[in-house]
């Protein structure tokens, strides 16, 4: 859960594509416990993050196919798993640790704001 504009291609591209592999698993009610505890994954953040996603990839040029989901697919996961949060300053500390791109693009002065909640 970073915030997309410090997200070069590569990263901002691979998690669009795993949004909709959650999908798919969470209509075949998958076991998602793992990707929830390991903050892979928060289950109701799934379509304002697609939301996020798409919009910076339209910004970037990319023609995108809309994101469709009906809310009642995560009806079927335990309420502590559907209210997971990502623990967001980490997740981005691990992004910028490991991709020299997404650590370009990176501005801590404008940072702040996306952290709130974080
Ligand atoms: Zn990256």
Redesign the pocket.
């Known amino acids: 859960m970073t915030p997309v504009r410090f997200?070069?291609q590569?990263?901002l591209l691979g998690e669009w594509r795993e949004l909709f592999a959650f999908v798919g698993s969470l209509k075949k009610q998958r076991n998602l416990t793992g990707y929830i505890q390991n903050d892979l994954f928060e289950p109701e953040s799934l379509k304002p993050r697609a939301l996020e996603i798409s919009e910076e990839l339209i910004r970037r040029g990319y023609a995108v196919k809309s994101f469709e989901m009906d809310p009642k697919i995560l009806d079927y996961l335990s309420e502590e798993d559907r209210k997971h949060k990502i623990r967001r300053n980490r997740s981005l500390q691990i992004?910028l640790s490991?991709?020299s791109?997404?650590r370009m693009a990176f501005e801590p002065d404008t940072a702040g704001r996306y952290e709130i909640g974080g």
Do not use: K, N
């Open positions: 997200m070069c590569q990263h992004l490991r991709c791109r997404c």
